[in-house]
């Protein structure tokens, strides 16, 4: 059981996380901007109100040095009621001379002298409790001297004040919040949706693959990278069938190439055992069976070599050697072949030419190739040389005069167990493996092979094997 989240889960919550986030952190700015200038703003009216309010007071006691008290009083309430705060006029022990109604009556009531000390003949701001009030205020206060005797000005309001108006802005911001969340978290749903529907697709074409369907090809897409991976996909959908088919064709190949030699053997034997075959035929069968055995061990050496190689358990042991070495040393062991059909062999006089690779395997490249154009060449034909250098590789080119090879039969040659209609007449005993054998040892040296072909005059396999270290 898969306990797991899907990705389109995982890309819903991940986007409504970071949204709620995002939101959260919009409104603790907001809140701290509002906050910030709410204050400002109520710092500058009640600085304005306090500078404004004593300097009336002072010019009232200025003018009228007994009378002054009454008209303070109206004065103060009205600057208070015009300006929607509370303002407080008191004496330097905090008996409250004329304060604003806003609160309450300011009768019998003084002002800490601790409150006091914090203010100044310039206008400075704290925020404190007033009295005996228990809520804080946002107070600006100043101090002034009169004919001698020193006197406050306070201007205030309570921090309630703020705290309402922060809150309305976050109900009206909260509730914003809720609907454009909303809407956004149905936007994700859907986006998240589209964006999973193609992995969801490519998990179900993926198990289909996973069954043996290689027919199966993902659509095309509107995103870049959901297009890159179906491109990808599909490739390896198309690689998977080839070697499928690749697969089934060895396994129907080998098993003919087994089952032909075996069967022939199981026959003679059974034949020499229950006396079908006369005693003075046994030889001649039983060479045919040696024969057949031989090519059993060339066929099961040489699918071991091709297993080695691809999987890469051998080894390059490289040294280095003149490119003639394995090719004369091949020449001989067919030199009997070479007089019976009277081919002459060209470009050995040449220059010396070098090779640095692993002498073995490129003697058996040799005589697999060698051997290949002695089958094809023709009666008093050829089988030509050519060397060249190239950089770090050596080029070497074996071409054999006879009837050539068809254009259809070119992109043929290297592959498994193949062989021509004219191979299959001339050489029995052959199991199609050795060209592809020379192509997975050349390249095993980093190197290529290609073929060319004339058809009724020549077939050249030209290769390339390095003639120094190289990476």
Same mark, same amino acid.
């Given at each position: 059981m898969n306990n797991g989240k899907s990705i389109f889960i995982k890309?819903?919550?991940?986007?409504?996380?970071?949204?709620?986030?995002?939101?959260?952190? *919009?409104?603790?700015?907001? *809140?701290?901007?509002?906050s910030r200038y709410f204050l400002q703003e109520k710092k500058d009216l009640l600085k304005k109100n306090v500078e404004s309010a004593s300097s009336a007071v002072m010019q009232m006691i200025s003018d009228s040095p007994t009378g002054w008290r009454e008209e303070a009083v109206r004065t103060v309430s009205g600057m208070a009621a015009g300006s929607n705060i509370e303002l407080i006029f008191c004496d330097k022990n905090g008996n409250i001379i004329a304060g604003?109604?806003?609160?309450?009556?300011?009768?019998?009531?003084?002002?800490?002298?601790?409150?006091?000390?914090?203010?100044?003949?310039?206008?400075?701001?704290?925020? !404190?409790?007033?009295?005996?009030?228990?809520?804080?205020?946002?107070i600006v206060g100043v101090s002034f001297k009169v004919s001698g005797p020193e006197y406050y000005v306070l201007a205030m309001t309570p921090k309630a004040e703020q705290d309402d108006y922060i809150w309305q802005i976050m109900r009206v911001f909260l509730l914003s919040i *809720?609907?454009?969340?909303?809407?956004?978290?149905?936007?994700?749903?859907?986006?998240?949706?589209?964006?999973?529907?193609?992995?969801?697709?490519?998990?179900?074409?993926?198990?289909?693959?996973?069954?043996?369907?290689?027919?199966?090809?993902?659509?095309?897409?509107?995103?870049?990278?959901?297009?890159?991976?179906?491109?990808?996909?599909?490739?390896?959908?198309?690689?998977l069938k080839n070697?499928?088919?690749? /697969?089934?064709?060895?396994? !129907?190949?080998?098993?003919?190439?087994? /089952?032909?030699?075996?069967?022939?053997?199981?026959?003679?034997?059974?034949?020499?055992?229950?006396?079908?075959?006369?005693?003075?035929?046994?030889?001649?069968?039983?060479?045919?069976?040696?024969?057949?055995?031989?090519?059993?061990?060339?066929?099961?050496?040489?699918?071991?070599?091709?297993? #080695?190689?691809?999987?890469?358990e051998l080894k390059l042991n490289c040294t280095k050697f003149s490119v003639l070495e394995p090719i004369v040393d091949t020449l001989v062991t067919f030199e009997k072949r070479l007089e019976a059909k009277s081919i002459e062999i060209r470009g050995l006089d040449t220059d010396r030419y070098n090779l640095y690779a692993d002498n073995d395997l490129i003697h058996q490249v040799m005589y697999n190739l060698i051997e290949n154009a002695i089958k094809f060449v023709d009666e008093n034909g050829y089988i030509e040389f050519n060397f060249d250098s190239v950089g770090p590789m050596t080029v070497i080119a074996i071409r054999n005069s006879g009837e050539g090879l068809s254009e259809d039969e070119l992109p043929l040659?290297?592959?498994?167990?193949?062989?021509?209609? #004219?191979?299959?007449?001339?050489?029995?005993?052959?199991?199609? *493996?050795?060209?592809?054998?020379?192509?997975?040892?050349?390249?095993?040296?980093?190197?290529?092979?290609?073929? /060319?072909?004339? #058809?009724?005059?020549?077939?050249?396999?030209?290769?390339?094997?390095?003639?120094?270290?190289?990476?």
């Open positions: 890309y819903f919550m991940i986007c409504s996380a970071v949204i709620l986030i995002s939101f959260i952190c *919009l409104g603790a700015v907001l *809140l701290l901007v509002s604003s109604d806003a609160r309450g009556s300011y009768a019998d009531r003084t002002v800490d002298s601790t409150l006091l000390s914090n203010f100044g003949e310039e206008a400075s701001y704290v925020r !404190a409790a007033v009295g005996d009030d228990e809520d804080e205020s946002h *809720l609907l454009v969340f909303i809407v956004v978290v149905i936007f994700v749903y859907f986006i998240a949706g589209r964006l999973s529907a193609p992995i969801i697709q490519i998990a179900d074409v993926s198990r289909r693959l996973g069954k043996g369907d290689f027919s199966v090809q993902l659509p095309k897409y509107d995103i870049y990278e959901m297009q890159e991976l179906a491109n990808a996909f599909n490739d390896m959908a198309a690689s070697y499928d088919t690749m /697969r089934n064709s060895f396994i !129907a190949n080998v098993s003919h190439e087994l /089952r032909t030699p075996m069967t022939s053997i199981g026959g003679f034997i059974d034949g020499i055992l229950d006396g079908t075959i006369p005693p003075e035929q046994h030889e001649y069968y039983l060479r045919i069976i040696s024969s057949e055995v031989a090519r059993l061990t060339r066929l099961v050496r040489s699918m071991l070599n091709l297993a #080695k190689i691809e999987a890469g040659v290297f592959d498994r167990f193949y062989k021509t209609d #004219k191979s299959r007449g001339l050489d029995a005993t052959g199991v199609g *493996l050795g060209l592809n054998i020379v192509r997975s040892i050349i390249r095993l040296h980093g190197g290529k092979i290609m073929v /060319r072909s004339v #058809k009724g005059e020549y077939t050249e396999f030209v290769f390339t094997v390095p003639n120094k270290p190289i990476d």
